[in-house]
C-alpha cells in the first residue's frame, strides 16, 4: 500500500473514460489498494447525476471522448460547484501535448497524467489529492461547525 491512510475506507473516487478496459484497470488498481468507493462509468455525460448521486472526492478523468468529452466535463463541474470548492479532477489522457494539458488545468483538473501511466505515480498522485481533499473538507467543517461527510 502507498498509504494506510484512513480515506481507503472512505474515500469516494469516480472513474470516467469512454473505453471500458482503461475504466476497469483503475478501478482494479484503486480497489487492490485498499480503496472501497470506486465507481467507473464511460460516459462523461452521466458526470452531473453521478457527482449528485456519489458526491465524489476525487475524480479520474478522460479528455477525448465521443459527443460529451472531458473538457465539457469539466466545464460543466465547474458551474456546478460552489465558488471555492475543492473537488479534485486527476485528467489521464493519452494526449500529451502542451495544449491539452494547458486546457484542462485552466479548467479546473489539478493534476494530469498521460497513458500509458506508472501505477506507483497514479497511486502517489491519488493519494495526494484525497490528501489535499481531506484537509479542505476539515477547514470546511472548522468553518461552519458542520460535520464531515
Known sequence: M????????????????DH???????????KTEGYRHVTGVTSAA??????????????ILDLWMPGFD???????????LPEGTYLPVLVLTADATP??????LALGARDFLTKPFDVFELLIRVANLLEARSLYLKVQQARTGEPLP
Open 20 to 30: 471500458a478496459p482503461n475504466v476497469e484497470l483503475v478501478e482494479e488498481i484503486l
Open 46 to 59: 452521466s458526470l452531473p447525476a453521478l457527482h449528485a448521486q456519489h458526491d465524489p472526492d476525487l475524480i
Open 2 to 17: 502507498i498509504h494506510d491512510a484512513p480515506q481507503h475506507d472512505t474515500a469516494r473516487i469516480l472513474v470516467i473514460d
Open 99 to 104: 495544449e491539452t494539458r494547458r486546457r484542462a
Open 70 to 80: 472531458g473538457f465539457a466535463a469539466l466545464e460543466q463541474l465547474h458551474r456546478r
